[in-house]
């Protein structure tokens, strides 16, 4: 696969869907490809965080840690970007991620991510309405599941 | 050493001199014969007045006994001679005169060969001589001391010595021979004239050397000051850290700029004067000639004089003035050096040297140290009067194992140095069973007690040879094989007896391996092992024997069995699923996880001509590019990357990371291929300029498919550069089959490093830890394959740098462990020799390196008070005393200082 193909994979995820291709282009070349064996860990929980991904192909399940033992939360795909909050606030790592099938990812250092979001403020004001779609919609799913409780109550 | 140049020349080469002396003194008649024969010539060849017709003859060759009329009242005729015409008489006097310069000539040939191999044999043994000393310098002399400086005089500030030395004696001599000679023929022709001469020379005699007493103080202000530049530079090297991180480079320039321009001052002073003297010298020695001209013209025009008498005057006075000059000239050199000599000699003087006797050459050291370690109240007093160590006693057995905390005014480093005999105490003593320490020999004490400081120094030399460096205490057998012959050997040998030098061969085997319990070859690298086990240094070596070159021709088995190692490493990895880690090289095909270059060149190059970037310039590549088409190609890949380049760095700031980390094309660079690439796009590929093309071409020589994924490496020109490829393999196994070592699947790459070898291929380029899970399963095969020891037997060969830079901190100072402990020492002295090390690394060395020492002893002063729990007897030391001594569930309760020193942790 050629940087090309990673550049169409960047432009299909959300985060990166209004970035000049170019910058986009950039970002690919500056990012390594790895590639995760099914089964293989891209971190675990609790880890220092020093890099976040893009997923290209293939899927990677999510899981916590619980008092029962490690427990599946979600299943991400393709054009998936993960890893972006330890990152962003040097935060332990939230949740392990293991590869599912072979996930072919890029792999964004903070470094990396940081020096993109400096040269183009465009990259920062996008994650910026990323995460405030997603506080949005944890937001409305809070109180859809206080709604709940308090209907059962 | 003595005080005096002339005492030191006299007592070391009085023959020599003496036989040079003899020579000369041979050689003189010739030479006054040579200055009386013109005379002859001319008065009596020459001028026909002599020859009363052709026929006429006169004697040649016949002597007369000097002054026979005065003693004997007659002349006496030794011998008759030969009755010659005049023109025989002519060309025999004037064959005679061509013999006399030739013998001359063979005279002064010898004896200047003799002089230089005198000065050259006293050079030897002074420079010897100063070394010897520095090896017997007090350890805590060599501290203070720059290395520079004192390199600098063994090194150049002794260097006209040698020259000197040859002429000391002889020269005077000489020139003066020839000034005496010179001077008693112009006497013997004119007894005025001669006087004449004669006071001139005796005011150059007088006046000269006057004028150059200041010349001589201001060349031992340059010996000085040239001596304390050496050893500044050498600051500017060693302190090249702090210079840049505090910013003082301009400080140090100006430093430097003051202490040249005292030198130049002086310098320029010396020029100044020694051209007034040279001036003045001229002027005297032409003032001779003036007076000559006139008063012997006089004498002849009057004819008291005969002319052939002006002229032989005139031909013996041109021989004067220059031994005179070089005797005024001589007895300058002679203060210079003298100077020089002091100067050195002082330097190489200082207190508490080591006595000789105690370092001779010793075989047996087997007698093992027993009985008790007793110290009765020591004290050491530095040179400022400080008390460092105050009336210390204390005892214990030879085979305890001792520790000695403190803090750092505590004085334990000293009694550490005590110990080991490299510091002598001001008063009180050491003894070792009964024996004073410091009547000790070296051969006892080198060797029975070790020793490791703080700051351990490695020589340059691989980590075996550092290992083993305690052991070389003596000669155990001499070279066979260096020097060549017998004969050239013995004559080595003379020689360096003749100047005082030693006679051993440091080419001969020296490593006494037998006292580190190695008795037989094989037991060599599993002793090393363990040791290095010991110091926790065998992985370190290990990781140097991966990386490490195996020397083929010595070790063809390791080669053959590493050869192995790839195969199962392949067959490991498939069997794990991961093959696809690493990308083999393939002769047939082109490889995506190396750069263009390898996958063209296809080896590992033995000649640095084919290495980075040189090898683009090879012609050889050149050719074999174009020979399989594949100029293009490349030219196109470069133009690729060229437009990727300027489309994604172009609006970047130049001091962008980007650039130093991703960029084929430099910040600097980039404007100029954004006018390349549109200068290309515009027109045909033959309209491109030469340079353009060129600049273009030499882009793609780095990439890697497989990591920047620009797609350039398309099946076609895959098909060429393996066409390329093989043409360049064949062009270099004709043109110059050693340079590179090609890659293949089938032989083992002796221009490789073992690590290489076994991967044999690049490492996949974007799979989640795939180094990680490569060096595991490496290690794990080379040990299942009983390779571990041949690869540490590598790492052993491994070059530890000038003062051991390319070892971290922490390995060195294992390495001084491991060295210290391969000798198997009596007692083995620590000061402080694991301080670099982070705590949890001395918690584990401690114990390991005392199950290492077995039944033997250890003394260690320890940096931290709390290790010393693993000690059977503790002495806490308090600026310079012992405060308390016992075990350490004695020492270790309240109101103890070993309590407080553990808590202050």
């Given at each position: 696969?050629?940087?090309?193909q990673?550049?169409?994979?960047?432009k299909n995820i959300?985060?990166?869907a209004?970035?000049?291709p170019?910058?986009?282009?950039?970002?690919?070349?500056a990012?390594e490809?790895l590639?995760?064996?099914?089964?293989?860990?891209?971190?675990h929980?609790?880890?220092?965080?020093?890099?976040?991904?893009?997923?290209?192909?293939?899927?990677?399940?999510?899981?916590?840690?619980?008092?029962?033992?490690?427990?599946?939360?979600?299943?991400?795909?393709?054009?998936?970007f993960?890893?972006?909050?330890?990152i962003?606030?040097?935060?332990?790592r939230?949740?392990?991620?293991?590869?599912?099938?072979?996930?072919?990812?890029?792999?964004?250092?903070?470094?990396?991510?940081?020096?993109m979001?400096?040269?183009?403020?465009?990259m920062?004001?996008?994650?910026?309405?990323?995460?405030a779609h997603?506080?949005d919609?944890?937001t409305?799913?809070?109180?859809?599941?206080?709604?709940?409780?308090?209907?059962?109550? | 050493?003595e005080?005096?140049?002339?005492?030191?020349?006299?007592?070391?080469?009085k023959?020599?001199?003496?036989?040079?002396?003899?020579?000369?003194?041979?050689?003189?008649p010739f030479?006054?014969?040579?200055?009386?024969l013109?005379?002859?010539?001319?008065n009596k060849a020459?001028n026909?007045e002599?020859?009363?017709?052709f026929?006429?003859?006169?004697?040649?060759?016949?002597?007369?006994l000097?002054f026979?009329?005065e003693?004997?009242?007659?002349?006496?005729?030794?011998?008759?001679?030969f009755?010659?015409?005049?023109?025989?008489?002519?060309?025999?006097?004037?064959l005679?005169f061509?013999?006399l310069?030739?013998?001359?000539?063979?005279?002064?040939f010898?004896?200047?060969?003799?002089k230089?191999?005198?000065?050259?044999?006293?050079l030897?043994?002074?420079?010897?001589e100063?070394?010897?000393?520095?090896?017997?310098?007090?350890?805590?002399h060599s501290?203070?001391?720059k290395q520079a400086?004192?390199?600098?005089?063994?090194?150049?500030?002794?260097?006209?010595?040698?020259?000197?030395?040859?002429d000391?004696?002889?020269?005077?001599?000489f020139?003066?021979?020839?000034?005496?000679t010179?001077?008693?023929?112009i006497?013997?022709q004119?007894?005025?004239?001669?006087?004449?001469?004669m006071?001139?020379?005796?005011?150059?005699?007088?006046v000269?050397?006057?004028?150059?007493?200041?010349?001589?103080t201001?060349?031992?202000?340059?010996?000085i000051?040239?001596?304390?530049?050496?050893?500044r530079?050498?600051?500017?090297?060693?302190?090249a850290?702090?210079?840049?991180a505090?910013?003082?480079?301009?400080?140090e320039?100006?430093e430097?700029?003051?202490?040249?321009?005292?030198?130049?001052k002086?310098?320029?002073e010396?020029?100044?004067?020694?051209?007034f003297?040279?001036?003045?010298?001229?002027l005297?020695?032409?003032i001779?000639?003036?007076i000559?001209?006139?008063?012997?013209g006089?004498?002849?025009?009057t004819?008291?004089?005969?002319?052939?008498?002006?002229?032989?005057?005139?031909?013996?006075?041109k021989?004067?003035?220059?031994?005179?000059?070089?005797?005024?000239?001589?007895?300058?050199?002679?203060n210079?050096v003298?100077i020089?000599?002091?100067?050195?000699v002082e330097q190489f003087?200082?207190?508490?040297?080591?006595?000789?006797?105690?370092?001779?050459?010793?075989?047996?050291?087997n007698?093992v140290l027993?009985?008790?370690?007793?110290?009765?109240?020591?004290?050491?007093?530095?040179?400022s009067?400080?008390?460092?160590?105050?009336?210390v006693?204390?005892?214990?057995?030879?085979?305890?194992r001792?520790?000695v905390?403190?803090?750092?005014s505590?004085?334990?480093?000293?009694?550490g140095?005590?110990?080991a005999?490299l510091?002598?105490?001001t008063?009180?003593?050491v003894?070792?069973?009964?024996?004073?320490l410091d009547?000790?020999?070296s051969?006892?004490?080198?060797?029975?007690?070790?020793?490791?400081g703080?700051?351990?120094?490695?020589f340059?030399?691989?980590?075996?040879d550092?290992?083993?460096?305690?052991?070389r205490?003596?000669?155990?057998?001499d070279?066979?094989?260096?020097?060549a012959?017998k004969?050239?050997?013995?004559?080595?040998?003379?020689?360096a007896a003749?100047?005082?030098?030693?006679?051993l061969?440091?080419?001969?085997?020296?490593?006494?391996?037998?006292?580190?319990?190695?008795?037989?070859p094989?037991?060599?690298?599993?002793r090393v092992t363990?040791v290095l086990r010991?110091?926790?240094l065998?992985?370190?070596?290990?990781r140097f024997?991966?990386?490490g070159?195996v020397d083929?021709?010595?070790?063809?088995?390791i080669?053959?069995?590493i050869?192995?190692?790839?195969e199962?490493?392949?067959e490991?990895?498939?069997?794990?699923?991961?093959?696809?880690?690493?990308?083999?090289?393939?002769?047939?095909?082109?490889?995506?996880?190396?750069?263009l270059?390898e996958n063209l060149?296809?080896?590992?190059?033995?000649?640095?001509d084919?290495a980075?970037?040189?090898?683009?310039?090879?012609?050889?590549l050149r050719?074999?590019?174009?020979?399989?088409?594949?100029?293009?190609s490349?030219?196109?890949m470069?133009?690729?990357?060229?437009?990727?380049?300027?489309?994604?760095?172009t609006?970047?700031?130049p001091?962008?990371?980007?650039?130093e980390?991703?960029?084929?094309?430099?910040?600097d660079?980039l404007?100029?291929?954004?006018m390349i690439?549109?200068r290309?796009d515009?027109s045909?590929?033959s309209?491109?300029?030469?340079?353009?093309?060129?600049?273009?071409?030499?882009?793609?020589?780095d990439?890697?498919?497989a990591?920047?994924?620009?797609?350039?490496?398309?099946?076609?020109?895959?098909?060429?550069?393996?066409n390329?490829?093989?043409?360049?393999?064949k062009?270099?196994e004709?043109?110059?089959?050693?340079?590179?070592?090609?890659?293949?699947?089938e032989?083992f790459?002796?221009?490789?490093?073992?690590?290489?070898?076994?991967?044999?291929?690049?490492?996949?380029?974007?799979?989640?830890?795939?180094?990680?899970?490569?060096?595991?399963?490496m290690?794990?095969?080379?040990?299942?394959?009983?390779?571990?020891?041949?690869v540490?037997?590598?790492?052993?060969s491994?070059?530890?740098?000038?003062?051991?830079?390319r070892?971290s901190?922490?390995?060195r100072?294992?390495?001084?462990l491991?060295?210290?402990?391969?000798?198997k020492p009596?007692?083995?002295?620590?000061?402080?020799a694991?301080?670099?090390?982070?705590?949890?690394?001395?918690?584990?060395?401690?114990?390991?390196?005392?199950e290492?020492?077995?039944?033997?002893?250890?003394?260690?002063?320890?940096?931290?008070?709390?290790?010393s729990?693993?000690?059977?007897?503790?002495i806490?030391?308090?600026n310079?005393?012992?405060?308390?001594s016992?075990?350490?569930?004695?020492l270790?309760?309240?109101?103890?200082?070993?309590?407080?020193l553990i808590?202050?942790?």
């Amino acid at each position: 696969m050629s940087i090309e193909q990673e550049v169409e994979a960047l432009k299909n995820i959300p985060l990166f869907a209004n970035i000049e291709p170019s910058r986009l282009k950039l970002m690919a070349f500056a990012s390594e490809r790895l590639i995760f064996k099914a089964g293989q860990e891209l971190f675990h929980q609790g880890d220092a965080g020093d890099a976040a991904y893009i997923f290209i192909d293939g899927d990677a399940d999510v899981i916590v840690d619980t008092d029962d033992g490690p427990l599946v939360v979600a299943n991400f795909g393709k054009n998936e970007f993960v890893g972006e909050i330890a990152i962003l606030c040097d935060v332990p790592r939230t949740a392990t991620i293991k590869a599912k099938s072979e996930l072919t990812t890029l792999k964004i250092t903070k470094e990396l991510f940081f020096n993109m979001v400096m040269d183009f403020p465009e990259m920062g004001v996008e994650v910026m309405r990323v995460l405030a779609h997603r506080i949005d919609k944890t937001t409305s799913q809070l109180t859809e599941a206080r709604n709940a409780i308090s209907e059962k109550s | 050493m003595e005080p005096q140049l002339f005492k030191y020349i006299w007592k070391h080469s009085k023959k020599d001199q003496v036989r040079i002396l003899f020579l000369v003194l041979a050689s003189m008649p010739f030479y006054f014969l040579s200055l009386d024969l013109p005379k002859s010539i001319i008065n009596k060849a020459v001028n026909s007045e002599n020859f009363a017709g052709f026929n006429s003859t006169l004697p040649f060759m016949r002597f007369e006994l000097p002054f026979g009329e005065e003693i004997f009242g007659r002349t006496v005729i030794l011998f008759e001679g030969f009755d010659l015409s005049q023109l025989v008489l002519l060309l025999a006097l004037c064959l005679s005169f061509l013999s006399l310069v030739l013998v001359n000539g063979v005279f002064k040939f010898v004896i200047n060969t003799l002089k230089g191999r005198l000065g050259e044999r006293m050079l030897r043994r002074l420079r010897y001589e100063l070394a010897d000393r520095i090896l017997r310098f007090p350890v805590l002399h060599s501290r203070r001391i720059k290395q520079a400086e004192i390199a600098t005089m063994i090194k150049d500030e002794v260097e006209p010595l040698g020259g000197f030395i040859g002429d000391s004696i002889v020269t005077p001599f000489f020139l003066g021979g020839q000034a005496l000679t010179a001077m008693i023929f112009i006497m013997v022709q004119s007894f005025w004239l001669g006087l004449v001469a004669m006071s001139i020379v005796l005011v150059q005699a007088f006046v000269i050397p006057k004028l150059r007493k200041r010349i001589l103080t201001l060349g031992r202000q340059r010996q000085i000051t040239a001596r304390a530049l050496a050893g500044r530079v050498s600051e500017l090297v060693g302190g090249a850290v702090e210079i840049q991180a505090h910013d003082t480079s301009n400080f140090e320039r100006a430093e430097i700029s003051h202490r040249l321009g005292k030198i130049f001052k002086i310098r320029y002073e010396i020029y100044q004067r020694k051209f007034f003297v040279k001036f003045l010298n001229n002027l005297l020695a032409q003032i001779t000639p003036f007076i000559f001209y006139l008063g012997g013209g006089y004498l002849v025009i009057t004819g008291q004089f005969e002319i052939g008498t002006l002229v032989a005057v005139l031909a013996a006075y041109k021989d004067l003035p220059p031994p005179v000059k070089d005797l005024i000239n001589w007895d300058q050199q002679r203060n210079d050096v003298q100077i020089k000599y002091e100067q050195v000699v002082e330097q190489f003087q200082p207190m508490g040297m080591i006595d000789p006797d105690k370092q001779v050459l010793e075989e047996g050291n087997n007698e093992v140290l027993k009985g008790d370690v007793v110290a009765s109240s020591l004290t050491l007093i530095d040179e400022s009067e400080n008390k460092l160590l105050d009336g210390v006693s204390f005892s214990f057995g030879v085979n305890q194992r001792v520790a000695v905390v403190g803090n750092a005014s505590s004085g334990k480093e000293y009694l550490g140095l005590l110990l080991a005999n490299l510091v002598k105490s001001t008063s009180g003593s050491v003894k070792i069973s009964d024996k004073s320490l410091d009547q000790l020999p070296s051969a006892i004490t080198g060797r029975r007690l070790s020793y490791v400081g703080q700051d351990a120094y490695l020589f340059p030399l691989s980590v075996m040879d550092n290992l083993f460096y305690g052991l070389r205490n003596w000669m155990v057998n001499d070279s066979p094989h260096d020097p060549a012959t017998k004969d050239e050997a013995l004559r080595d040998k003379q020689e360096a007896a003749r100047t005082g030098n030693t006679i051993l061969n440091p080419m001969g085997e020296w490593v006494d391996y037998k006292s580190a319990g190695i008795d037989d070859p094989v037991q060599l690298v599993p002793r090393v092992t363990d040791v290095l086990r010991n110091v926790d240094l065998e992985e370190d070596v290990y990781r140097f024997g991966l990386s490490g070159i195996v020397d083929i021709e010595s070790r063809p088995d390791i080669a053959e069995s590493i050869l192995g190692a790839r195969e199962a490493l392949k067959e490991h990895l498939k069997s794990i699923g991961a093959e696809d880690l690493v990308n083999a090289f393939d002769p047939e095909s082109y490889n995506k996880n190396a750069t263009l270059r390898e996958n063209l060149l296809f080896g590992t190059p033995r000649n640095s001509d084919y290495a980075g970037d040189r090898l683009l310039a090879m012609p050889i590549l050149r050719e074999a590019v174009d020979e399989a088409e594949l100029r293009d190609s490349i030219y196109n890949m470069g133009l690729s990357i060229a437009r990727t380049m300027v489309e994604l760095f172009t609006g970047l700031p130049p001091t962008h990371p980007f650039f130093e980390q991703f960029s084929f094309i430099s910040a600097d660079d980039l404007p100029e291929f954004d006018m390349i690439v549109k200068r290309a796009d515009k027109s045909s590929f033959s309209d491109i300029s030469k340079s353009d093309r060129e600049a273009l071409m030499h882009l793609p020589f780095d990439y890697v498919e497989a990591r920047h994924r620009l797609g350039l490496v398309t099946d076609e020109v895959e098909v060429k550069i393996l066409n390329a490829r093989k043409l360049l393999a064949k062009k270099l196994e004709e043109r110059d089959p050693e340079a590179v070592e090609f890659y293949d699947p089938e032989r083992f790459n002796s221009a490789a490093s073992i690590q290489d070898n076994i991967l044999f291929g690049r490492l996949a380029y974007g799979r989640a830890e795939a180094g990680e899970t490569i060096g595991h399963v490496m290690t794990e095969l080379l040990d299942d394959l009983g390779l571990r020891s041949d690869v540490i037997e590598v790492g052993l060969s491994y070059n530890v740098g000038v003062g051991g830079n390319r070892l971290s901190a922490v390995q060195r100072q294992k390495l001084a462990l491991a060295r210290a402990l391969i000798k198997k020492p009596d007692l083995l002295i620590l000061n402080e020799a694991a301080a670099v090390m982070d705590s949890q690394s001395q918690n584990k060395l401690v114990p390991s390196i005392m199950e290492a020492q077995g039944e033997q002893g250890i003394v260690w002063t320890l940096q931290r008070a709390e290790l010393s729990r693993h000690f059977q007897y503790i002495i806490v030391m308090q600026n310079g005393r012992i405060v308390e001594s016992g075990t350490y569930n004695e020492l270790n309760v309240e109101g103890k200082v070993l309590k407080s020193l553990i808590a202050a942790e």
